[in-house]
């Protein structure tokens, strides 16, 4: 996947981001339903970055994993 980083919207300096995933590939790698990711997303539990002209998601795959790790300690839970 090719990400054209002029148009992310949060940050001009993009490229030092990192890789960034879809959706369905975080609640993948979290083994939740896309549509958890997107209402962790809505409730700030989760920063996205908006692409392209349909401003889609995607994530930081680096603050998935971070959650992934929390969310393991949590039995599972995600805590503010």
Request: aromatic share 6%.
């Amino acid at each position: 996947m090719t990400i054209d980083y002029k148009l992310l919207k949060p940050n001009k300096k993009a490229e030092t981001l990192g890789e960034l995933i879809t959706v369905r590939d975080a609640a993948q790698v979290l083994s939740v339903h896309v549509n958890t990711i997107r209402r962790w997303n809505d409730r700030g539990l989760l920063k996205a970055y908006r692409i392209g002209s349909r401003g889609d998601r995607r994530f930081l795959l680096n603050d998935i994993r971070k959650l992934r790790i929390r969310m393991k300690s949590n039995a599972g839970y995600i805590d503010r």
